[in-house]
């Protein structure tokens, strides 16, 4: 398998459940935009990725200096999250083999941890197929009826929530987003257009703290939750006799 890692980030998407004055993207979140949070965290692990950015073509807000990659560009975005993933692979087929890993990572999640990412690229590193970072569900699923009543009480055994980054080398994924859009599949995930080929996405158990902001309120829990990442890494580097401080978005579980 080849060891060349692409990454690609649809932010092209304008969060209109946020409800705000601006994609959820370039919110703040610790000073920053949570775009250059995501951004950090992805570096923070791999350093030497070459990053596909899929962003809006009329985004006036995009900073190029939030971006800390030495190889990167910039795509036009979709309508869809299927549509800004393809345009990407699209761009990178002179160049990436059909056993180039590629990394699709949400740019709304920032708070992904950089143990994660790397375990994540360790399991898929000889996988045939590929797979996602995701986390087994703990709640009590309920179906509604249609008219928000419960239907019934799913059991939520071999039930997980899928997170990202999601991998799957190159040739694959850009055969099954093709396949899929040509059948009018309904793509709301990579592993899901690999799926719809009939194969087997693996799943690799990941933090729950690994938060998607979607709704007002979890832009709020979002900093909580890198408030805590932070305070355990000092912890950790305090105890072992190490520096307290750590890169911009390199703390780990």
Not at 10 to 27: F, S, W
Not at 56 to 80: I, K, L, M, S
Not at 203 to 227: C, F, M, W, Y
């Amino acid at each position: 398998m080849s060891e060349t890692l692409w990454l690609v980030v649809p932010a092209a998407g304008q969060g209109r459940r946020m409800g705000a004055d601006r994609p959820k993207q370039y919110l703040e979140l610790d000073g920053r935009p949570v775009l250059a949070h995501t951004l950090a965290r992805l570096h923070a692990a791999f350093p030497g990725a070459r990053l596909c950015l899929c962003l809006d073509p009329d985004d006036d807000r995009f900073e190029p200096a939030w971006v800390p990659f030495a190889e990167w560009r910039r795509v036009t975005g979709g309508a869809e999250r299927v549509d800004s993933v393809a345009n990407a692979l699209a761009a990178i087929a002179a160049e990436a083999g059909d056993d180039d890993l590629v990394l699709v990572h949400d740019v709304a999640r920032p708070c992904v941890t950089v143990a994660d990412l790397q375990r994540l690229r360790a399991a898929l590193t000889d996988d045939p197929v590929g797979g996602l970072l995701a986390a087994p569900v703990a709640d009590t699923m309920k179906r509604d009826d249609g008219a928000e009543r419960v239907a019934s009480t799913e059991p939520r055994a071999g039930l997980w929530h899928a997170l990202t980054p999601q991998g799957f080398r190159f040739g694959l994924l850009r055969r099954a987003l093709a396949a899929a859009l040509e059948a009018g599949v309904t793509v709301t995930d990579e592993a899901s257009a690999v799926e719809a080929l009939g194969l087997a996405p693996r799943l690799v158990s990941g933090r729950r703290d690994n938060l998607k902001i979607t709704h007002p309120e979890d832009l709020a829990l979002a900093g909580q939750i890198l408030a805590a990442q932070r305070a355990c890494a000092a912890g950790r580097a305090v105890s072992s006799g190490q520096p307290e401080s750590a890169p911009s978005g390199a703390t780990e579980r």
